[in-house]
């Protein structure tokens, strides 16, 4: 499986924009880029996922570069509430199990 | 209300002692996994479970055991609890194999003394 390199920790004021940074150079052709978050101790919740095109949903943005070797996950509009661990996977869309890394710890402050 | 349940939320257990963590989902979902997360770590996979009748080894597998006789329950089983295996327990379905939008349960807090 493909591994993702992540900040351990970033800061982003409240109501800027955060702007979480993933390296994933060994990603291959068929595997996604995935993003979950786990606020305190609940579980992962699911955020967004792209193959190539940059994505949006009504949580997050997600771009990824031409080459998929790193893609950046924002938050538009950050509220205390997306205080939470950040995890950025890769994997293909059957037969993968998901493997969380340590992710990013992002901390909206007032 | 439709999601991952799992029982019990906090538990504690002597050395040797064996208990079963529930875990059941009304989705109708193919694939579950059970996962342990440590304090300040990453979640990693202990079992898994492509369809009724199908289990398989994720990366941590010593210590538990597992059975997926229907679709709906997936139960985690610690035949005899070390305290090793002090954690937070999560169990998380989706539709199939890999597919994005994972559900996630809240969680089953074991210690183990």
């Known amino acids: 499986d493909a591994k993702t390199t992540q900040p351990p920790s970033m800061d982003c004021a409240e109501g800027r924009a955060a702007n979480l940074p993933c390296n994933h150079s060994t990603i291959s052709g068929n595997e996604y880029v995935y993003w979950y978050r786990q606020i305190h101790s609940q579980g992962p919740q699911y955020i967004i996922h792209g193959l190539k095109n940059n994505e949006t949903n009504e949580m997050a943005s997600l771009i990824i570069t031409e080459d998929r070797k790193s893609s950046t996950l924002i938050l538009p509009h950050a509220t205390l509430r997306d205080t939470a661990v950040y995890y950025c996977i890769v994997g293909g869309n059957y037969g993968q199990n998901f493997v969380f890394g340590p992710g990013t710890r992002l901390s909206v402050l007032p | 209300n439709a999601g991952v349940t799992q029982t019990p939320k906090f538990q504690v257990l002597k050395t040797g002692q064996s208990m079963t963590l529930q875990c059941a989902q009304d989705m109708n979902h193919e694939y579950m996994s059970w996962y342990r997360q440590d304090p300040g770590m990453g979640l990693r996979l202990i079992h898994y479970s492509v369809g009724a009748g199908i289990t398989d080894q994720g990366e941590v597998p010593n210590g538990y055991n597992v059975s997926r006789s229907t679709t709906e329950d997936f139960p985690l089983r610690l035949l005899s609890a070390a305290p090793s295996q002090t954690s937070v327990y999560f169990c998380?379905?989706?539709?199939?194999?890999?597919?994005?939008?994972?559900?996630f349960g809240s969680g089953t807090r074991l210690t183990v003394v």
């Open positions: 998380a379905s989706s539709y199939s194999w890999g597919a994005v939008g994972y559900t």
